[in-house]
């Protein structure tokens, strides 16, 4: 018999929340952690499809990337869409874990798996993790992994990539990519940085971390313009294909820890974005 509490024990050595950004809302959101739990899917988001698959198939906690809900809310009725789906999920008693940044932000998390991808050198994170974090998980996360924690990850290319080149590489990566990129005057890259998800406010961050080309999942029309002003290259290929692949990850680790459950990355869940126009 598996319980909830022994799930999020695990989800916690994966991807610790104390590593997550101030700003987030993560971990349990909804649920009783003594209760008894025999099926799990992880998804991106809650929506209407894969709340409804969750209850289809009888899921006792979504593992889900995005919190929900993210802000404090008043009520829980159905007249919004986070109220109808909260009141569905608990009225099926269905948990919600949320890992969002403390998963970004991970030792194996999604930015490193990224970075890997890329066969980079000297993979490190963009922005480190603040001091007081570091001495607040220090006891729980071996030391070699510490300097491997934090906001984004940056690394150096192995051989001579040029941007045609590496948007070669996220076609390989990723099955119908969204790719746009700026105006950019650099053919050559060096050092490049990532950040899954709206990275497009870390131009700056990314170019003081020494990085000549950002990739990230959306950014805003100014903000491509911004890194232009910076020097930089940055490249967006969609906040759902940046981030979706990592919560098959993540159910698969689960899935090896505890072989006594069903767990499952969503099914039913698709991009917000439709890519035949
Ligand atoms: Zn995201």
């Known amino acids: 018999m598996i319980l909830l509490k022994q799930l999020l024990k695990r989800l916690d050595e994966i ?49 889900v990337h995005h919190p929900i809900p993210f802000k404090p809310i008043s009520q829980i009725t159905t007249s919004t869409s986070t109220g109808r789906y909260l009141w569905q999920l608990a009225s099926n008693e269905i948990a919600v874990y949320s890992p969002h940044t403390a998963w970004d932000n991970a030792r194996f998390g999604i ?24 001495n607040r998980i220090s006891s729980l996360v071996p030391a070699e992994d510490l300097r491997l924690i934090g906001t984004g990850r940056i690394g150096t290319v192995t051989k001579d990539e040029t941007i045609s080149m590496i948007i070669s590489g996220i076609h390989e990566m990723i099955h119908k990519p969204r790719i ?25 961050a990314a170019k003081k971390a020494g990085a000549d080309l950002l990739i990230t999942g959306e950014a805003t029309y100014h903000q491509f313009l911004e890194a232009s002003n910076l020097g930089l290259g940055l490249i967006t290929f969609g906040h759902y294909p940046s981030e979706a692949g990592a919560m098959r990850v993540l159910s698969d680790m689960l899935c090896e820890s505890f072989p006594e459950l069903q767990v499952w990355r969503s099914h039913d869940e698709t991009d917000a974005y439709c890519t035949e126009i």
């Open 180 to 204: 746009e990129r700026n105006q950019s005057l650099i053919t050559k890259v060096n050092r490049i940085a990532f950040v899954c998800g709206s990275g497009g406010s870390f131009a700056n």
């Open 15 to 63: 991807a610790p929340l104390a590593i997550a950004e101030e700003w987030d809302n993560v971990g349990l959101l909804v649920g009783d952690p003594d209760s008894e739990i025999h099926r799990v899917m992880t998804c991106l988001t809650i929506t209407q499809a894969t709340v409804s698959e969750a209850i289809a198939k009888r899921v006792d906690c979504i593992v």
């Open 111 to 134: 930015n490193q798996k990224l970075a890997e991808f890329f066969q980079l050198e000297d993979i490190r994170p963009m922005v480190p993790l603040k001091s007081e974090i570091v």
